[in-house]
Structure formats: structure tokens, C-alpha cells
């Protein structure tokens, strides 16, 4: 049986808690407020502030990396990530957010910060949506994770 973790956003670290024990496994010092006042604290999004929170996002998982155990499944409750999960085309009908869909909403954004998407297509100009989309990015790689299931919104429930 393989471990499912949950992920936890927060203003200043990303948690990872195993949900069959509620132990934290993994802290990564990457949350939306930290990342934002490093590096997306000017009016518009750019693309060198996105290299650097790339850069400074990968560091702080590296720490997480050896935490997680192979195998690994992902899920989360957050409202960011279900905001990226609707972005990327994601349907309440199919709750499994993959890493292909998360690097296409993270290739959108790379396009917002060069100035080069049709504004439709934008996502939300807010430095918490922009965090959130790297890091996420960031986990799934980096942390060999394939996908993230999308639960169900405890305030909904």
C-alpha cells in the first residue's frame, strides 16, 4: 500500500502530512507570502522574477525531497490549487490534477509574464496564483509525483 500525502499551503511553507497517521513528513519553506515578497512583489508578473522563484522554489524542496517515500500519492483540499486545477480544465467530475496539465497552466503563465498571451487566457494577476502555480510545478517534478487528486472543498462539505 502506498502513502498518500496531503498538501497543505500555507503563507510562509508548503506541508506534506501523511494522511493515514496525520505525521508531518515534509515542510518546504516555499509558501505564497514568502515567495511573493522575494519575488513577485512589483506590479506585473516578469518573466526574470519567475526564473528566480523557480530557482528558489527547486532549493526549497530539495530539503523535502528525501522525506517523501517513493511512490507517494499527492492530494490536497486547497483552494489555490483547485483554482489552478479549473484553469488547467479540470472538471469537479475528474478530481486528478497531472503534471502535464500543471506544466501547461505553468507554460501559460510564462507567456503572461513575457507579455505574449491573449488576455483571455490569462490567469488571475495575483502574485498568490503565481506561487502557487511554481510550486506546484515545482512538487510534482521535483518530488516525482505524477499527479495531485483535487478533494472536495471541506467549507462546501
Do not use: K, N
Not at 501523511?18 to 512583489?41: C, K, N, P, W
Not at 526564473?51 to 489555490?80: K, M, N, Y
Amino acid at each position: 500500500m502506498s502513502t498518500t500525502l496531503r498538501l497543505t499551503l500555507g503563507p510562509q511553507a508548503a506541508q506534506l502530512h501523511d494522511v493515514q497517521t496525520g505525521a508531518l513528513v515534509a515542510r518546504i519553506e516555499a509558501g505564497y507570502e514568502a515567495m511573493r515578497s522575494r519575488h513577485f512583489g512589483r506590479a506585473r508578473l516578469d518573466a526574470g522574477a519567475l526564473e528566480r522563484a523557480i530557482e528558489w522554489t527547486e532549493d526549497q524542496i530539495q530539503a523535502a525531497h528525501a522525506a517523501v517515500p517513493a511512490g507517494a500519492r499527492l492530494c490536497t483540499s486547497e483552494s489555490d490549487v483547485r483554482l489552478i486545477a479549473r484553469a488547467a480544465g479540470l472538471s469537479a467530475d475528474a478530481p486528478l490534477l497531472h503534471v502535464d496539465a500543471v506544466e501547461q497552466t505553468f507554460s501559460r503563465l510564462v507567456l503572461q509574464a513575457f507579455g505574449q498571451s491573449p488576455h483571455q487566457e490569462d490567469l488571475p494577476d495575483e502574485p498568490r496564483v503565481f506561487a502557487t502555480v511554481v510550486l506546484l510545478r515545482e512538487m510534482l517534478h521535483h518530488l516525482r509525483f505524477g499527479q495531485i487528486q483535487i478533494e472536495a472543498d471541506p467549507a462546501q462539505a
